[in-house]
């Protein structure tokens, strides 16, 4: 090492090194933040299917007497569906504020802030009834091709 004018040793780093320490933080933040949205995601699809299974299985009978009455499998998939589709979209309503104003809270600690647009609060909205429709249609399309009879038969 070198000694600099004030009899210290001179230090040097790597401009790219020093950024790099800077964020390594955020960069572990971010693959605890993928984790946890991987695990979360998978743990409310579970969720939702056995909410699914559970309704179609209680309203067998209905299924049953619609499917007499002429109801075809897409009305009845429609029907199962819109329930949940509501509880989605209450779920979204509540957390594109609360998820925008944390968002812009985090990002105001950088020193380069960047304004986080709408579209992509609207992509996730639509990932989620995307992925709810996809959970729960298999439960109704699945209640809805069962045989009406057996559906009526079991008292």
């Known amino acids: 090492?070198?000694?600099s004018r004030t009899g210290q040793p001179f230090g040097y780093r790597f401009m790219e090194d020093s950024f790099n320490?800077?964020?390594?933080?955020e960069q572990q933040l971010?693959?605890?933040f993928v984790t946890f949205t991987i695990l979360s995601i998978l743990i409310a699809c579970l969720g939702l299917f056995g909410l699914?299974?559970?309704n179609a299985q209680k309203r067998t009978k209905e299924i049953g007497i619609r499917k007499v009455l002429g109801a075809s499998i897409g009305q009845i998939t429609y029907h199962l569906t819109t329930d949940f589709?509501?509880?989605?979209?209450?779920a979204i309503i509540v957390s594109l504020p609360v998820g925008?104003?944390?968002m812009n809270k985090w990002l105001e600690d950088f020193t380069y802030r960047i304004e986080i647009s709408w579209w992509v609060f609207v992509f996730a909205a639509l990932i989620a009834l995307?992925?709810?429709v996809l959970t729960v249609s298999y439960q109704s399309?699945?209640?809805a091709i069962v045989n009406p009879v057996k559906s009526l038969r079991t008292e």
């Open 30 to 32: 971010g693959r605890i």
């Open 85 to 90: 589709l509501k509880m989605v979209g209450v």
């Open 21 to 25: 320490t800077t964020y390594e933080a």
């Open 130 to 132: 995307t992925i709810a």
């Open 1 to 3: 090492m070198e000694q």
């Open 100 to 102: 925008w104003y944390l």
């Open 52 to 54: 699914a299974a559970f």
């Open 141 to 143: 399309i699945k209640a």
